[in-house]
């Protein structure tokens, strides 16, 4: 069971706006803006798509955007393409002796 | 060009270790903090040790504490895993990756992994 609770699958369309949930607690989503965002496709290691909740690394397109509310983190992805096709895993930092805290995972799937 | 080679990787039977490398290179090796994260095949990422920027200051997950120890030659840009009494449920692909700055901030650079398989 995961630090970090996300939905096992989303789905969407080309076009369209997926939006991807991550809760916490206070202890780290809550407490802190060290939230991140990983893409992971088949195979390959996650690769950084938003850190410090909203920040979007060079090189990010700018249809990934992040957000916080509470203890719930959100990534929204717009403008869906095929080659967005993947695992999104969220992080966090927490004050607790874990130190950093991952969601299971989230399988989009652009339809 | 931030890059994280791991090498060490292996079949090892319960019981056995391994010690795990990681070749940095790209940037400022000594002024950043590193993890080694895991992921068991068809699992999720899970955290595995962490390791300040001098190394003084070590962190470690509660599922591997007291049978992993993580290190780091500043000389070398080289991160190390040192795995001892290993499990079956320590199979995984292990990633070294890379912090922004202090072990609280997530990774921002992964390599691309090496597998560990514990089995008889």
């Known amino acids: 069971q995961s630090a970090l609770t996300q939905p096992a699958s989303v789905s969407g369309s080309p076009g369209q706006s997926i939006t991807i949930s991550c809760t916490g607690t206070s202890s780290d989503i809550g407490g802190y803006n060290y939230v991140s965002w990983y893409q992971q496709h088949p195979g390959k290691a996650p690769k950084l798509m938003i850190y410090d909740v909203s920040n979007r690394p060079s090189g990010v397109s700018n249809r990934f955007s992040g957000s916080k509310s509470g203890n719930t983190a959100s990534l929204t992805i717009s403008g869906l393409q095929a080659e967005d096709e993947a695992d999104y895993y969220c992080?966090?930092?927490?004050?607790?002796?874990?130190?950093?805290?991952f969601g299971g995972g989230t399988k989009l799937t652009v339809l | 060009e931030v890059q994280l080679l791991e090498s060490g990787g292996g079949l090892v039977q319960p019981g056995g270790s391994l010690r795990l490398s990681c070749a940095a290179s790209g940037f400022s090796f000594s002024s950043c903090a590193m993890k080694w994260v895991r992921q068991a095949p068809g699992k999720g990422l899970e955290w595995v040790s962490a390791i300040s920027a001098s190394g003084g200051s070590t962190f470690y997950a509660d599922s591997v504490k007291g049978r992993f120890t993580i290190s780091r030659d500043n000389s070398k840009n080289t991160l190390y895993l040192q795995m001892n009494s290993l499990r079956a449920e320590d199979t995984a692909v292990y990633y070294c990756?890379?912090?922004?700055?202090?072990?609280?901030?997530?990774?921002?650079?992964w390599g691309q992994g090496t597998l560990v398989t514990v089995s008889s």
């Open positions: 992080s966090s930092y927490t004050s607790t002796n874990t130190l950093v805290v």
């Open positions: 990756a890379k912090d922004p700055t202090t072990v609280i901030t997530p990774p921002d650079y």
